[in-house]
């Protein structure tokens, strides 16, 4: 990826030091190259495309009136990061982005001092940015700039209003980017605009308006509360002019646009004259998602992340999955719409993820029962107990690791009322390439302490399918499945549905010499090593048995391995404290029982790579066929 002739720019930019060396002139050409840059990495190594593509402008832009990492860039979900990495020391490397050993998924200190928070879910730049001004503030660091990059669908959820709400009463200095790609282009038109945008934005005005203040407060005439009564009067002036109503200019934070993102001279020019003025500030730009690929700008959703692609033609390179099971999110969508042709109480929700977990075969085939509540997984949540309060039946589809932004709502929402809903985690266990902020490791352990509340994993896709048939029976309660990424086994899912006693397991294999047992996929594993030690050792005999429900447990399987095995192996695909093993552990308890716990240790994992994860943890059928021969001997 290093061509000069290609490159010439951006090959000499390693840091944003040599960017700002350019001049002004030159930015034009840096982004096309970038943006080109970007494509052809891209294209090769799959990641998050469309987002990245349309804040090309802005990133140069940013970097180039700021002087990072002094300047603080505070990065929202990461989506748009890349060209962020490739300006700040990582334009090397960006080939392996998200590739086990490479570089991390999104924006991280631990990688890069220019990433200056953690970034992957949704919603956090505006409040670390404002903790972030405040800290400078009281430091003394007058001359430290901090700015917060936030798209619309982010600005959606609920700590971002939080953070907006504290910025508007707290002394700071924080200027947010309200980066909005989820509409067309609507370009700032007339004259009064155009002259109210260069009005407000120009460092005269704003000199004259701050010497004029501090007159007026020497004087004796502008007092603290009239000075914001003015400002208030100032911003509503400012909306009837300019026929604007927001929210910012409500809670007193500066409102400038909306301007066009992809024009990076003028961004460049209105960063410059807005950067130092007092106050927290909002600069709303509109972009453009896939700006520079066309394939790209006509489909937005699909290109999100769209993997492999012919960079001439815009034809996604689709792997060979023939030989593969469906993805369990299509089973889940699938089934769902089955489920709700049959029960008109079931309605589903999901938090800005329709196609990401299939809910939208529903939403296609049932618009008016599917409700996207945007990034706001709280709500979906409390949203989805307040239906079933009232005699609905919500399916509640979020992923895992987001889940934990709506803990206190699964409590205190839900649980409490032991209402009647389903909640659908998917993308449990490891999810790979996206790294540990997306791995969903900790909902067995972080779920099992609660009340009223039902914890299943589906050891395939039929098992999906009975368990969310059995969900949606009347009678129990709140009722969790969590099920992983990606593609099952069975091409032939489609059973015959049938209702699961809850909290019964089953048995899939006989033995005598030891009990392996597990819970959710990560059994068709324990299978597979079962399957090659008998084939090998004919002499050994290992049991397995499908627990299906973390809670409530199996207490008929516990008490049956207990009086016929001395040792017992446990297998999860998610955090041991807390979780699977640990509670199968303690009904043991002080028995001679010897129980060998597998599962993710008590850290993040850093690694992408599914397979070299579970290598990690010693879940590999190597691995288990090893330890069941060393356990026996």
């Known amino acids: 990826m290093e061509d000069s002739n290609k490159y010439p720019l951006l090959s000499a930019i390693d840091y944003p030091d040599d960017l700002r060396r350019l001049k002004l002139e030159q930015l034009p050409q840096l982004c096309d190259e970038l943006r080109s840059f970007m494509i052809d990495c891209l294209s090769k190594n799959p990641g998050h495309f469309a987002s990245s593509l349309g804040v090309v402008e802005l990133t140069v832009a940013l970097h180039y009136v700021f002087n990072t990492p002094y300047d603080r860039l505070v990065w929202d979900v990461g989506h748009q990061a890349y060209a962020h990495k490739i300006l700040t020391g990582r334009r090397k490397r960006f080939s392996t982005n998200r590739q086990f050993g490479g570089l991390r998924p999104f924006p991280s200190p631990l990688e890069s001092e220019y990433d200056t928070f953690t970034s992957g879910h949704a919603s956090n730049s505006i409040s670390a940015a404002l903790g972030m001004a405040v800290a400078a503030e009281k430091k003394g660091e007058e001359s ?336 969790v499945i969590r099920y992983p990424r990606g593609n099952g086994n069975l091409k032939d899912w489609r059973c015959e549905m049938q209702e699961l006693t809850v909290g019964k397991g089953r048995k899939m294999r006989d033995g005598k010499d030891i009990a392996i047992l597990t819970i959710g996929p990560l059994g068709q594993v324990a299978a597979q090593a079962i399957e090659e030690v008998c084939s090998e050792h004919p002499e050994i005999s290992p049991a397995h048995f499908d627990m299906r429900f973390l809670k409530p447990i199996d207490k008929d399987i516990l008490d049956y391995v207990g009086a016929n095995f001395k040792r017992v192996i446990t297998m999860e695909d998610g955090i041991l404290s807390g979780g699977f093993g640990e509670k199968i552990a303690s009904f043991y308890g002080s028995s001679d029982m010897k129980v060998k716990n597998y599962g993710l240790d008590k850290k993040f994992y850093d690694r992408y790579d599914p397979n070299e994860l579970l290598k990690e943890v010693g879940m590999t059928p190597v691995q288990i066929i090893a330890d069941i021969c060393n356990q026996i001997k």
């Not at 600005?155 to 924080?174: D, K, R, V």
């Not at 004259?208 to 007092?223: A, H, M, P, T, V």
């Open 144 to 479: 430290r700039h901090v700015v917060a990059i936030i798209g619309d669908g982010a600005m959606s959820g609920g700590l971002a209003f939080e953070g907006l709400n504290n910025a508007s009463a707290t002394p700071n200095n924080m200027l947010i980017i309200l980066n909005d790609n989820g509409m067309s282009i609507d370009r700032s038109v007339g004259g009064m605009r155009q002259y109210l945008r260069h009005l407000h934005t120009s460092t005269g005005y704003n000199r004259l308006r701050f010497k004029l203040s501090q007159q007026l407060i020497k004087l004796g005439f502008l007092s603290d509360s009239r000075r914001k009564s003015i400002i208030r009067f100032n911003n509503s002036l400012k909306s009837l002019i300019a026929n604007q109503q927001n929210i910012f200019e409500g809670l007193n934070i500066r409102y400038f646009g909306p301007m066009y993102g992809h024009d990076v001279i003028e961004l460049v020019r209105t960063l410059s004259e807005i950067k130092d003025m007092k106050g927290p500030k909002l600069l709303h730009i509109h972009t453009i998602k896939g700006k520079g690929y066309r394939p790209a700008e006509l489909e937005a959703a699909a290109w999100h992340y769209p993997g492999k692609f012919d960079k001439a033609t815009g034809n996604f390179i689709k792997e060979d999955s023939s030989d593969e099971g469906p993805k369990y999110q299509d089973v889940f969508g699938e089934t769902l719409l089955e489920l709700a042709r049959n029960n008109a109480r079931i309605v589903g929700i999901t938090p800005a993820m329709p196609t990401g977990c299939s809910m939208c075969i529903m939403q296609k085939a049932m618009p008016g029962r599917v409700f996207d509540v945007g990034i706001a997984e709280g709500h979906a949540v409390t949203f989805s107990a307040g239906l079933a309060k009232d005699g609905m039946m919500p399916f509640c589809n979020i992923y895992s690791s987001f889940a934990q932004r709506a803990y206190d709502n699964i409590i205190h929402d839900a649980s409490i009322l032991n209402v009647d809903m389903c909640l659908c985690l998917d993308r449990a266990g490891l999810v790979g390439h996206d790294g540990p902020t997306h791995h969903g490791a900790f909902d067995l352990a972080y779920l099992r302490p609660i009340p009223n509340i039902t914890i299943a994993s589906p050891y395939d896709e039929r098992e999906l399918r009975n368990l969310m048939y059995t969900a949606q029976i009347p009678g129990h309660g709140v009722f």
